[in-house]
């Protein structure tokens, strides 16, 4: 005999949040989000760099009731072991089910931090108060969340939307330069796949967005939110329109990987959308001029600094890397196709594409020459 009982789980459940942007808003908009979430008890997951700068800030703006969770800062400590210390810290300082995580650093704390949040007590609310341009145009919204495993990136997490994303310009006067050009990858990247005009922006502006200018910022980020966001909430788990995100990330991570990890992310996938975009162009999508427009601006943005050295990395695991990457539904290498600046390729709901082995070994010989 076999009967069967219907669960039924037909709900709607509604994650929106907004991002704010401004500068000087941290301790303010902190408040402002309290006082509507009222947690019971909160902890902040920050790294050691910040926590030495920014310790002071932390205590004024939370008080003394709360947990500060430091770990020591880098890739390299994003793991389920760093996630297991994490949650004893919490247990320890009594969280319950009606308390809040605060994120507080760049996209290795922002993941973690939301992580944490999505399985503690089976998921706790948490805020974004991302500090480097990465985790603030990129990581933070989206509500993608995990640890990196010995078999891959990320490969371990959850999807747990944060309840609001405080975005405080200032904190990227203390930020190396070195990762604020990495955070530029990703708005170029923006402007490549979904807004012209925003692209020219970020063209045009380069002078103020090195010197920092609030304004410049503020209307930078913003930009970038919004792009993230609306392809965010048209496709929250990655089904289509959230493949496009991963413009330049094929041949990116695959750099990445085959360097064992000295270009650094968002440099890597520099080199990933020049390649890509050739390609693009090699197919008769992308016209020559356009191509051109790309590699400048990644170009003057110091994006391509590493681009002769992808000649020297070994095309068999850069070929091996792109194949195995988690996104390659089947082991085929697939792409985004850039047809101009501001659009991507779309067929039938689908917006990636095999990649030939060999028009990949050809791109990188190209982009070898910027
Ligand atoms: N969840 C997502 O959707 C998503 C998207 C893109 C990237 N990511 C993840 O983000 C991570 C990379 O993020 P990241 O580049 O911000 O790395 P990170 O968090 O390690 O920060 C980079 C470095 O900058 C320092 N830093 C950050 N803000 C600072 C500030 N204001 N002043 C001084 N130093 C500061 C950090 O201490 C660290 O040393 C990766 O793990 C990647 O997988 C996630
Ligand atoms: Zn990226």
Redesign the pocket.
């Known amino acids: 005999m076999i009967k069967t009982v219907p669960v039924s789980l037909n709900r709607t459940i509604d994650d929106s949040y907004e991002i704010s942007i401004g500068a000087g808003i941290f301790s303010e908009k902190v408040q402002g989000v309290f006082s509507t979430l009222k947690p019971t008890r909160v902890a902040i997951v920050t ?1 050691t ?2 926590y030495k ?1 920014y310790r002071d800030t932390l205590n004024v703006t939370f008080g003394n009731d709360a947990r500060i969770i430091v770990y020591p ?3 390299s400590k ?1 793991n389920f072991r760093t996630i297991n210390g994490m949650f004893g810290e919490l247990q320890e300082a009594g969280l319950d089910r009606k308390s809040c995580i605060v994120a507080f ?5 922002g ?1 973690m931090a939301g992580f944490l949040a999505g399985i503690f007590l089976r998921g706790v609310r948490f805020i974004q108060v991302p ?2 341009l ?2 603030m145009v ?2 933070s919204t ?1 509500g ?2 995990g640890v990196d495993t010995p078999g891959g ?2 490969l371990m997490g959850v999807f747990h939307q944060p309840k609001s994303v405080i975005i405080d310009t200032d ?2 006067r ?3 330069k070195r ?1 604020l050009i ?1 955070g530029m990858a990703e708005v170029v990247k923006h402007g490549i796949i979904a807004d012209r005009d925003y692209f020219t922006l970020v063209e045009k502006k380069r002078t103020k967005i090195k010197k920092l200018d609030p304004d410049t910022m503020i209307e930078v980020i913003s930009g970038s939110c919004r792009i993230k966001s609306a392809v965010v909430s048209a496709d929250e788990k990655e089904a289509g329109l959230r493949q496009t995100l991963n413009f330049g990330h094929t041949i990116g991570h695959a750099v990445e990987a085959a360097s064992d990890f000295k270009i650094p ?1 968002g440099y890597a996938v520099a080199i990933g959308m020049a390649a890509e975009a050739y390609i693009s162009q090699k197919r008769g999508y992308l016209s020559g001029k356009e191509f051109e427009r790309i590699t400048r601006v990644l170009k003057a943005y110091g994006l391509l600094k590493y681009a002769a050295l992808s000649d020297k990395l070994d095309a068999g695991r850069i070929i091996h890397a792109s194949a195995r990457d988690k996104k390659n539904v089947a082991s085929n290498v697939r792409f985004v196709v850039i047809p101009e600046i501001g659009k991507v390729r779309e067929e039938n709901g689908v917006y990636s594409f095999d990649m030939k082995e060999g028009e990949l070994l050809d791109a990188l010989q190209k982009v070898k020459e910027f």
Do not use: Q
């Not at 650093?105 to 704390?109: A, F, H, N």
């Open positions: 790294d760099h910040l700068i800062a880098g890739e994003k650093g760049g996209g290795v704390t993941d500090t480097s990465l985790a990129d990581s989206g993608k969340t990136k990320n904190f990227l203390t930020l190396p990762e990495n992310h």
